[in-house]
């Protein structure tokens, strides 16, 4: 291990490491907002919507992102639609976070007891007031440990971003060796730069669940 080969990388590392985590970020937005749409559109049943919502998510869950990075990638220009791959990229978490986050949604929409909603029902609350005070914040509590691993996961996905040639933190990693020839040094820098990024991030994600956890599913 050459600690003068390490110094020396660290510059091309901290430029992929901002690049993930601003495509990480935009992505992750995006996922959160196009999964809470897809997640109310199935929990109240809208017709039509709600079967091409289950088409989507059952399609994005079940195809590896790899493949849909591809077929973004190289079949869109095909019929005229051409993106850039840092828009590729982000497209392309969005698309395979947003049916995660939908069914993180939906599981904690479903965990609401039917008392809780006939007790809305019980003082007059129409289906916009329900959705509003009484599904929508007890779902979106009992969703977060759910999201919260689709956050770490959707983070660690980017490392595919390398097979279009954007150029975070893998990509960064995999052409240093491809020109120094130094797998042991420019490996032990990804790990500990995804490291940098994941364990203070889920060190928070923790807390936030113990903050939001109902009394009655722990301390």
Do not use: H
Not at 76 to 89: D, E, L, Q, R, Y
């Amino acid at each position: 291990m050459d600690w003068t080969v390490i110094q020396a990388a660290i510059p091309n590392f901290v430029a992929g490491l901002k690049i993930t985590l601003w495509m990480s970020f935009v992505g992750i937005l995006g996922s959160l907002i196009v999964g809470l749409f897809c997640s109310l559109i199935q929990y109240f049943k809208l017709p039509v919507i709600a079967k091409i919502i289950s088409v989507y998510v059952e399609v994005s869950r079940n195809t590896p992102l790899l493949i849909q990075l591809f077929f973004l990638y190289y079949a869109f220009p095909v019929i005229g639609w051409k993106m850039s791959a840092g828009t590729c990229g982000v497209v392309g978490l969005t698309f395979l976070g947003g049916s995660y986050m939908a069914e993180a949604f939906t599981g904690g929409f479903k965990g609401i007891t039917q008392s809780q909603i006939d007790a809305g029902k019980a003082i007059g609350m129409n289906r916009k007031q329900l959705a509003r005070y009484v599904i929508f914040p007890q779902g979106l509590s009992l969703s977060v440990p759910a999201l919260a691993a689709n956050v770490i996961f959707l983070i660690k996905e980017t490392s595919i971003f390398s097979v279009i040639a954007i150029p975070e933190l893998t990509n960064t990693a995999l052409d240093l060796i491809g020109i120094y020839y130094r797998s042991n040094e420019y490996l032990f820098m990804l790990v500990v730069a995804y490291a940098i990024i994941l364990i203070p991030l889920s060190i928070i994600l923790t807390l936030l669940e113990r903050k939001v956890r109902y009394g009655s599913f722990g301390n």
